[in-house]
């Protein structure tokens, strides 16, 4: 079943399970003093103050460096900024760049070498010290980074201790290697006899990042012991309830709800666990049970629909949906004419809706209520591209593919930038309406645009096989393996062409061989694996792949190729048999018929 996830469709409301390490944790006053690692622009660095007492040797070097900016020539601004704060003085926006960019390249002993002057320079500038300890880390410098976070929280009153230790987590969580984060994090503490619940919380984030689940259960219930009603030390065991702690941890997240219910972020990760489990009815008392005491709480109700979606009760689902809608419509017409808080609620609700509606092929009443989020008379400055390819599905979905096509051709004017997008999808629904030649023309079209696009490729292969044209669909498919050599699929489809015409088999051997080892429980690759496999006249093989694959997957061409595999081995009865079932589950499938006419034994 396809679960709408629950916590990234409502996440205007909410905060997702993948906490931050600091999330959660109340320090009022705290700023972000992680620098923003990514590498400036020009304009963010430009004009570099030349400052009186300079040379001309100096003044030459800060405008080369300002120079290079402006022609995008990073690396020589970045070596001469170096050079500068090296060998003349340090300056803020020059000691910037050259860090900043040595660090977005991954080149850390220079970022370092850069922060070291600039924080020896200026030693209580802030973002120097971050990036100074940021770079000890990154370049191994273990015991140095150890004491100067340790110094950070040496001599610092009690009540700024918390802001203090956030932000050496800060500098921590940028490290890659995560077990030595976890390794640093509990050496920088030692000298501090720490038991707070928040610095409980702390060591099990970490620990869980390293993989030391066990660690992070136990620091999450120390965090506990020390603040019974800490809902961030709660919500890491809801986190930890997985494997063999899923039921002890969501019933101890339980005893918590019900003992402190007001735990409302934590209460919707409790319900998004239950869904996740598909235990819809406990979702749905749960989420009641909120409603009962925060009657005044609409954003429930659209969780609540979210829940009957994702149990595939559509009609409750629509009905409690329609009700959330008919309340911020109602709240939207109180508000004033500028406050437009609602409006991304009720875009959200109605999106859902029109989830709801194509779930329940009711697509004219889908579009009506696209066209409340976006009408037909939308100016160009209302119109989304997401909208306008939902609204092209929905029209072809109604057996209007004209106006569908149109819907895309007018997309991609007015916005460019999407054009593959809309050729793609374009090609995607002629696709489905079997019109295969318009397909592939929209597809090549698409691909003029986005040249790297597999999944292009891959669509595009398959039509050109589709109408027997090998040669093209192997190239693209060759060129998909290369770009994407984890895909199964195009080691598959590639085996697959091959072993159903009968040649190149040797080869069809290994693509599927490596199809089988990326994902070994795909049906259709194991359907390809045995169908092979009768060509090579290894029937007992073959019918062992092909009875896995049809008890995993029952399709109407698998069968027919079991059917193959059961006269090969002189079964004639089990075949007769395989093609009625197969006729059962699609008697038009191509290769169903073409095996049941080539086979000629059941009565017309």
């Known amino acids: 079943m396809k679960q709408l996830k629950f916590l990234l469709i409502c996440a205007f409301a909410m905060v997702p399970m993948n906490l931050s390490l600091a999330q959660g944790i109340n320090f009022s006053g705290l700023k972000h003093l992680r620098p923003f690692l990514e590498f400036k622009k020009p304009q963010d660095i430009l004009p570099i103050d030349i400052k009186e007492g300079l040379d001309p040797e100096e003044i030459y070097s800060v405008l080369s460096i300002e120079a290079a900016m402006m022609d995008q020539n990073y690396a020589y601004a970045a070596r001469e900024a170096l050079n500068f704060i090296k060998y003349h003085q340090v300056d803020d926006k020059i000691a910037e760049l050259a860090v900043n960019y040595y660090y977005t390249e991954q080149e850390y002993e220079q970022a370092f070498e850069a922060a070291k002057y600039w924080y020896q320079a200026q030693p209580d500038n802030v973002v120097a010290k971050v990036w100074y300890s940021t770079l000890l880390g990154h370049t191994g410098r273990e015991t140095a980074l150890i004491e100067i976070l340790q110094k950070n929280l040496q001599d610092v009153p009690e009540n700024d201790f918390s802001n203090k230790l956030l932000e050496n987590v800060s500098i921590l969580e940028d490290l890659k290697d995560k077990q030595k984060a976890l390794h640093i994090f509990e050496e920088m503490v030692k000298p501090f006899s720490l038991q707070t619940a928040d610095y409980h919380v702390l060591y099990s984030d970490f620990a869980l990042r390293a993989d030391q689940t066990e660690v992070a259960w136990n620091e999450a219930f120390k965090a506990l012991d020390v603040d019974a009603e800490s809902e961030d030390a709660a919500m890491r065991i809801l986190e930890l309830s997985q494997g063999p702690k899923r039921a002890q941890g969501l019933k101890f997240v339980k005893g918590f709800l019900d003992k402190y219910p007001q735990s409302r972020m934590l209460y919707l990760s409790y319900i998004n666990e239950l869904s996740k489990d598909e235990d819809f009815d406990g979702a749905i008392k749960a989420i009641k049970k909120m409603q009962s005491k925060s009657p005044e709480d609409f954003d429930l109700l659209y969780y609540q629909a979210l829940i009957h979606y994702d149990a595939e009760q559509w009609a409750t689902a629509r009905k409690v949906l329609t009700q959330y809608i008919d309340i911020q419509v109602q709240r939207q017409k109180s508000l004033a ?268």
């Open 337 to 604: 004419k500028d406050n437009n808080s609602v409006d991304s609620l009720l875009t959200d609700a109605r999106k859902l809706l029109i989830a709801i509606y194509k779930v329940e092929k009711k697509y004219r009443l889908a579009l009506a209520e696209l066209n409340k989020i976006m009408p037909d008379n939308a100016s160009p400055e209302q119109m989304d591209p997401d909208l306008l390819m939902e609204k092209a599905q929905i029209l072809a979905q109604m057996g209007t593919i004209s106006a569908a096509l149109t819907v895309l051709k007018n997309g991609g004017e007015h916005f460019p930038n999407y054009q593959g997008n809309f050729l793609w999808l374009g090609g995607n629904l002629l696709n489905e309406l079997g019109r295969t030649d318009q397909a592939i023309i929209y597809y090549n079209d698409a691909l003029k645009i986005q040249p790297k696009n597999v999944d292009i490729k891959y669509a595009l292969a398959m039509l050109y096989e589709k109408r027997g044209e090998v040669w093209p669909a192997e190239m693209l498919l060759r060129e998909v393996m290369k770009e994407e050599p984890e895909l199964a699929d195009a080691y598959n489809a590639l085996g697959y062409i091959f072993a159903d015409r009968d040649y190149n088999l040797t080869e069809a051997q290994s693509l599927l061989n490596e199809a089988v080892r990326l994902e070994p429980a795909n049906p259709y690759i194991l359907d390809s694996m045995g169908w092979l496999q009768f060509r090579l006249k290894n029937y007992a093989l073959a019918l062992e792949y092909l009875e896995k694959a049809f008890d995993m997957k029952e399709e109407a061409e698998i069968a027919a190729h079991l059917a193959d595999v059961y006269m090969a081995l002189g079964e004639r009865d089990r075949a007769r048999d395989m093609l009625q079932i197969g006729k059962r589950l699609n008697a038009s499938d191509r290769v169903l018929v073409e095996t049941i006419k080539r086979l000629n034994i059941i009565e017309k």
